[in-house]
């Protein structure tokens, strides 16, 4: 953050009935909800409608950024489907245009039924779009869910 951070001021802010963050808090928990919504019932106009152009999107951190053609090489439906997603606790908020939400996706890879334990941390820009995320999980977030 830019300004040095005053709870005495945000709670100021929020007994006036003012917004304390911009994007508006209410804005960026509809628009993470939509993407969980969008894991288990596709939209194809869910990136263009939320995501800013020049996005950056790291999957899983660590892994290196990408863009949204790199996004598609990456989860390729021939190797990776997503079957649904479920939030696994609330989203959190931030004190400024970030939020976190933990959510477990569950997938096809190569013929393989497993769900991945996700924490997303969601960056939003002036106009309300999602800038960036930054995707935490590893090896041990993911389960084989069918034993062969």
């Known amino acids: 953050m830019s300004e040095e ?13 003012r917004q304390a963050a911009s994007p508006a808090r209410e804005h960026m928990l509809a628009v993470m909800q939509k993407y969980i919504d969008n894991l288990n019932d596709p939209d194809p106009a869910f990136f263009s409608d939320n995501f800013s152009e020049n996005y950056r999107y790291e999957d899983p951190v660590g892994a ?32 400024g245009n970030s939020a976190a939400m933990a959510f477990r996706v569950f997938a096809d890879v190569d013929g393989r039924n ?14 309300g779009k999602i800038a960036d995320v930054k995707a935490y999980w590893g090896v041990e977030n993911i389960t084989l869910i069918d034993q062969r």
């Open 114 to 127: 497993i769900s991945i334990d996700i924490v997303d941390v969601m960056t939003f820009d002036a106009a």
């Open 64 to 95: 290196g950024v990408l863009c949204s053609a790199a996004m598609a090489e990456r989860f390729d439906p021939r190797f990776f489907t997503i079957k649904s997603g479920e939030l696994i606790s609330p989203i959190s908020m931030s004190m």
């Open 5 to 17: 951070f005053d709870l005495s001021a945000i709670v100021a802010t929020l007994a006036e009935g």
